[in-house]
Nanobody, 118 residues
């Protein structure tokens, strides 16, 4: 079993920055593909960024390109999401997810709230 624990959410003013962290523990012998998703009130959950288990290549939603950066610490099996130039539209619950094979993400964190004030 794998557990994912997010931290780093909070309240920030527009234009500010936050860094989210997600630590994986449990049966984690190999590094997974990890991703950050978010869900705003009344909206569907959307993927924000991901980092591949194969080559650490990254991908981003168009709405966050150039502002958010995903990175990992392989030794700690931790993934980070650096969020800069935040806007109120970034307000959401952010979830960390992991998978060890192609397909849907099998493991999810509990979520952390990010609120950006105007």
């Amino acid at each position: 079993q794998v557990q994912l624990v997010e931290s780093g959410g909070g309240l920030v003013q527009a234009g500010g920055s936050l860094r989210l962290s997600c630590a994986a523990s449990g049966s984690t012998t190999n590094k997974p593909t990890m991703a950050w998703f978010r869900q705003a009130p009344g909206k569907e959950r959307e993927i924000v960024a991901s980092i591949s288990r194969i080559d650490d290549s990254t991908s981003y939603a168009d709405s966050v390109k150039g502002r958010f950066t995903i990175a990992r610490d392989n030794a700690k099996i931790t993934v980070y999401l650096q969020m800069n130039s935040l806007t109120p539209e970034d307000t959401a619950v952010y979830y960390c997810a992991a998978r060890w094979k192609a397909g849907s993400y099998a493991y999810w964190g509990q979520g952390t709230q990010v609120t950006v004030s105007p």
